[in-house]
């Protein structure tokens, strides 16, 4: 069972015993470990009547973890009580660990709980003489437990426990931007500067420099140890009003840009947190985003064949990276994935960025997990996670399907003005002549026009099951005619 599942009667009782004595930070801070940043934001928003214990399940429960680690952390912390709530909801074979606390519990529940239980018509009364000292090795031993692979029981049944997932806290919680420290803790080689050299290097954030805008602030070009960079700086907003979404996304971007490092993922030179903006500092591309070169009208800027396949060749290279090259055994699904997204270096070479919706994706031998919210941009993602909110490395597949057909086309992912709107089913769904869908600004290589259209409906099917994993994807596009 997800966390997420826990009836509510069962979670709320759990919740009230855990902030007691404000035991959800030990449980947060140390057995979770999530940083400072998130335990002080869960305080600030439980200021407000809601249960700090519930707000911190809502953060866990978002990365898909189960009950059974719940109760394995639980036991670190000798929250016997605790366990005796959720246990009903792990397998019998587990309430082992709450006997090695029978002692501290009242002698009603310690009754009921050493009560000799059937299971398949078989005594299974827990016999832990093998367990002594187990409480002890757990709780001095480092943030990552390392459990005991194996207990017996009577029986002589050998039962596996297993180890609780370590999260890496990719931003899936609010944080705020206090303690320049524990972030740079958490973000391993990535250099903290400060402020002021930022605000230095873009004239103070003169209004010339800038790059873009967004919800989120302004993009500023600077010149930063003489090296010219894009520095995102964050607007800071009303604080009782302003929902840090966009610092919980930088710090997600952090972490990712830090574990993941490829000749297709936009290299990441630093930030800054502590100053009165918080600041993500890249490296420049000169190149500017790929939604702007698909539909500039100046001819110079406007990208040749050879240049758009190679564009999507680098970018199915850094999906296929960050699919494959699995941390915790999981793959890294970016799930935002557009030609906004997608920035160009002065040699036209793509980089992958805005890492800040990125999440882990299910182990590979599962094909979706569930999620709890849906993130995204609506003409990019596909029905089985927009309904559903089934998340895979096939939302990443279905979105560079879509940036297929914009590469091919130039036209609009969504628009108003087509019988269908959106561009996945303006191509899909297409009648005529394909090539009369073809950016008619650029002339020839009408093969390689066919063959970016065709493996992009591919990555497009309906159902998720039949979609290419992107390194297919990325086999079929470096095999595309270049015949003019």
């Not at 953060?59 to 670190?76: A, K």
């Not at 604080?239 to 610092?247: F, L, N, V």
């Amino acid at each position: 069972m997800y966390i997420y599942d826990l009836p509510y009667t069962d979670r709320d009782k759990l919740c009230q015993l855990m902030d007691k004595d404000n035991k959800w930070q030990e449980l947060g801070g140390v057995h979770m470990k999530y940083d400072i940043l998130t335990l002080e934001e869960i305080k600030r928003i439980s200021k407000g009547g809601s249960s700090p214990t519930s707000e911190l399940l809502n953060i866990w429960g978002h990365q898909n973890h189960t009950v059974l680690e719940l109760f394995v952390l639980l036991h670190r912390m000798k929250q016997y009580q605790s366990m005796i709530l959720i246990k009903n909801f792990v397998d019998k074979k587990y309430h082992v660990l709450i006997k090695d606390g029978v002692g501290n519990l009242d002698p009603l529940t310690r009754q009921k709980l050493m009560q000799t239980k059937k299971t398949k018509n078989i005594d299974y009364k827990i016999n832990l003489d093998n367990y002594e000292g187990f409480s002890e090795k757990i709780i001095n031993s480092p943030i990552v437990p390392q459990l005991p692979e194996i207990v017996t029981n009577e029986n002589n049944e050998s039962i596996r426990f297993p180890l609780p997932k370590s999260p890496v806290n990719f931003g899936r919680s609010k944080v705020t931007a206090s303690d320049i420290s524990i972030v740079a803790e958490s973000v391993g080689g990535i250099p903290s500067i400060p402020y002021e050299e930022l605000q230095k290097s873009t004239n103070n954030w003169d209004e010339k420099t800038v790059l873009g805008k967004g919800g989120f602030g302004k993009v500023y070009k600077g010149t930063w140890k003489c090296t010219q960079v894009a520095i995102k700086r964050l607007d800071q907003k009303d604080q009782k009003e302003y929902e840090t979404e966009q610092i919980k996304q930088s710090i997600t971007e952090l972490h990712c840009l830090n574990a993941y490092r490829h000749d297709n993922i936009l290299p990441l030179y630093g930030y800054s947190i502590g100053g009165p903006h918080p600041c993500l500092v890249y490296q420049y591309m000169a190149g500017g985003s790929l939604d702007n070169r698909l539909r500039t009208k100046d001819a110079e800027k406007l990208l040749n064949w050879p240049q758009r396949l190679n564009v999507a060749i680098g970018v199915a290279r850094g999906l296929q990276f960050l699919h494959t090259n699995m941390i915790n055994r999981k793959p890294l699904v970016h799930g935002d994935i557009k030609s906004a997204n997608i920035l160009l270096d002065p040699c036209n070479q793509p980089r992958i960025g805005d890492f800040g919706l990125a999440r882990e994706g299910p182990q590979s031998h599962y094909t979706y997990i569930k999620v709890s919210r849906i993130h995204g941009t609506r003409p990019y993602l596909p029905e089985e996670f927009l309904r559903a909110k089934k998340f895979s490395t096939k939302v990443d597949t279905y979105s560079f399907g879509v940036l297929l057909f914009e590469i091919a086309t130039a036209l609009s992912p969504h628009s108003e003005h087509r019988e269908e709107k959106f561009l996945r089913d303006h191509v899909v769904n297409y009648q005529g002549d394909v090539l009369e869908l073809k950016d008619k600004r650029v002339k020839d290589y009408d093969d390689c026009f066919k063959g970016i259209l065709e493996i992009g409906k591919m990555c497009v099917m309906r159902w998720a099951k039949d979609r290419p994993e992107m390194v297919d994807v990325l086999i079929r596009l470096e095999g595309v005619s270049l015949n003019q």
